[in-house]
């Protein structure tokens, strides 16, 4: 995890690692001149939601989190994630976020290095499906959102009946785990969309 430096008394770590530690969770800090890098260990069963929970309740300053990693030479990558997490804070509830629960604005704040990411999280139940399979629900989709998410359009210019285009997007929304009645969810599902335009060029 990272948090700005300037925001932070030299003491910053004290109230963390007490949280952390009635949990179990072991950390180290590192200060740098514009940061505060923290490494947890998690064990198995520890939820990661919990721990941002705990992290929210202490937070004197905004923290940006990258996703969970099981090696130290991972951590690197793990520091960036966590950059950018912190530049995809939109205050809207906390001061902590994590990379892999903001996949639209990690793509806006990364693009295009995180597009292959961003691709296979919103899109991964599509992507595992047989290559036919999973080319008609995307090209769906891709019309469907061209023609403003009409599916009598969209069945005109795919040659087949709207029921058909209504059960497609109800299984893209099953398989994503995300409704196209939701504008948040629409959000992420069309950037993933720009995104693995960018993975497969």
């Keep these: 995890m990272v948090t700005p430096s300037a925001a932070l008394p030299a003491h910053a770590t004290a109230d963390i690692d007490a949280r952390l530690l009635r949990r179990g969770i072991r950390s180290t800090w590192r200060w740098q001149s514009d940061a505060l890098t923290g490494l947890l260990h998690l064990d198995a069963g520890t939820a990661e939601a919990v721990v941002i929970a705990d992290l929210n309740a202490v ?5 940006g989190v990258s996703g969970l990693f099981g090696h130290l030479r991972e951590a690197p990558r793990a520091v960036h994630d966590a950059r950018i997490a912190l530049t995809t804070l939109s205050h809207a509830n906390d001061k902590v976020v994590q990379c892999d629960t903001t996949p639209l604005a ?9 597009a292959e990411r ?12 047989k290559h ?9 989709l891709r019309v469907w959102c061209a023609n403003d998410g009409s599916p009598e359009r969209a069945a005109e210019q795919l040659h087949c009946h709207t029921n058909t285009i209504r059960y497609r997007l109800r299984r893209i929304e099953t398989l994503t785990d995300r409704s196209l009645r939701h504008p948040r969810d629409l959000a992420e599902i069309v950037t993933a969309l720009n995104a693995l335009r960018v993975v497969n060029r």
């Design 118 to 129: 961003v691709a296979a999280t919103v899109l991964g139940g599509l992507l595992a499906l």
């Design 132 to 140: 036919h399979e999973s080319t008609m629900l995307i090209r769906t």
């Design 106 to 114: 990690m793509l806006v704040s990364a693009a295009p290095a995180e």
């Design 59 to 63: 937070a004197t300053a905004d923290m």
